[in-house]
């Protein structure tokens, strides 16, 4: 079926799929998709799909409805690749239905109970905190990362692959891994925790200087300007590429390209995995997630939400990818 993709503050890029349902777009907490934005009105629009055809219908909204700029006062057919915009700023692309796979939805078990807890999000948290997914006494920072139809297992600086029906220890339990094939799609959802916002600038002098925050907490971090500042400059810019290009897992860029980036044909794995090291226990300090970064099969990601930089940043980052 058909899909629209949009990008909600704070979050990654998310897309809905269509059908003949109208799928009803505005402000008001009662339509489908919720736009809390001034522009857009509280019953703005709907789109429907029959078969692979999209159309979209204005519902006498004030701002308007847009179809790849163009306003439109009567349903209109869209295709795939069209934008269309709701208001001022709030923008979705069309895309074309993605064919049903075979998939896994997973659950951890308690080896010696019955209990089993489904993973529902790219994030499943273990350990002693009040909000962790599992909590177990004397746990700290296991985390469960769900990407792309693999499990992994992240703590410390490691992750490692996990399969189906593996077994894991943490703090006096050990643990298993539950999968069950499906040939339907699962919805994975970002982890409700707060996801971090990285904001760019580039100084005059040609200098990255980057920081990491939440919104809802307030909590941020300061990568001034520097190797940090440049490896997050690095993955933002390939995040926000990704995005555009609506890829599936966004943001992964290879080791080879970032250690180039920032330490010319110095760079090396050993000072790659001290960047690294320095970098989670700076995020733990500031109670960040430290998983922020990713790290697997030689490539690197940032999971991050909203990305903002200047033009100038920009430019920088085309410069770079093309050599």
């Known amino acids: 079926?058909?899909?629209?993709?949009?990008?909600?503050?704070?979050?990654?890029?998310?897309?809905?799929?269509?059908?003949?349902?109208?799928?009803?777009?505005?402000r008001e907490p009662g339509n489908d998709l919720v736009i809390n934005e001034d522009s857009v009105s509280r019953f703005h629009a709907v789109l429907w799909a029959e078969g692979d055809e999209v159309s979209v219908h204005d519902l006498g909204s004030i701002n308007g409805t847009h179809v790849n700029g163009q306003r439109i006062t009567a349903p209109h057919r869209v295709r795939v690749g069209d934008r269309v915009r709701f208001g001022d700023r709030f923008e979705v692309l069309v895309e074309a239905g993605r064919a049903a796979r075979r998939t896994v939805r997973y659950a951890v078990g308690i080896e010696g109970t019955n209990a089993s807890?489904?993973?529902?999000?790219?994030?499943?948290?273990?350990?002693?905190?009040?909000?962790?997914?599992?909590?177990?006494?004397?746990?700290?920072?296991?985390?469960?990362?769900?990407?792309?139809?693999?499990?992994?297992?992240?703590?410390?600086?490691?992750?490692?692959?996990?399969?189906?029906?593996?077994?894991?220890?943490?703090?006096?339990?050990?643990?298993?891994?539950?999968?069950?094939?499906?040939?339907?799609?699962?919805?994975?959802?970002?982890?409700?925790?707060?996801?971090?916002?990285?904001?760019?600038?580039?100084?005059?002098?040609?200098?990255?200087?980057?920081?990491?925050?939440?919104?809802?907490?307030?909590?941020?971090?300061?990568?001034?300007?520097?190797?940090?500042?440049?490896?997050?400059?690095?993955?933002?810019?390939?995040?926000?590429?990704?995005?555009?290009?609506?890829?599936?897992?966004?943001?992964?860029?290879?080791?080879?390209?970032?250690?180039?980036?920032?330490?010319?044909?110095?760079?090396?794995?050993?000072?790659?995995?001290?960047?690294l090291h320095r970098l989670r226990a700076d995020l733990r300090k500031a109670q960040l997630d430290p998983w922020v970064i990713e790290r697997r099969d030689r490539r690197v990601r940032a999971r991050l939400g909203r990305v903002t930089w200047t033009p100038a940043c920009a430019e920088a980052f085309q410069r770079l990818v093309q050599g």
């Open 117 to 275: 807890f489904p993973v529902v999000a790219d994030r499943f948290y273990i350990g002693s905190d009040e909000d962790a997914d599992l909590s177990l006494p004397d746990v700290e920072g296991l985390v469960l990362i769900l990407d792309g139809g693999e499990l992994w297992l992240a703590h410390g600086d490691v992750e490692r692959k996990l399969e189906p029906g593996e077994r894991f220890v943490a703090g006096a339990q050990t643990l298993f891994v539950i999968a069950e094939p499906t040939s339907s799609a699962v919805t994975m959802q970002p982890s409700d925790r707060a996801m971090c916002a990285l904001t760019l600038d580039l100084h005059e002098g040609g200098e990255v200087d980057a920081t990491l925050s939440e919104r809802e907490t307030g909590r941020k971090l300061a990568l001034g300007i520097g190797i940090r500042a440049t490896l997050f400059f690095v993955l933002g810019g390939r995040l926000l590429a990704d995005r555009e290009a609506g890829k599936e897992s966004p943001g992964w860029c290879d080791d080879a390209l970032l250690k180039s980036a920032l330490w010319g044909k110095k760079g090396d794995d050993n000072k790659f995995n001290v960047l």
């Open 1 to 26: 079926m058909p899909a629209i993709s949009f990008e909600l503050e704070g979050t990654p890029r998310l897309s809905r799929v269509l059908g003949p349902a109208p799928l009803r777009v505005g």
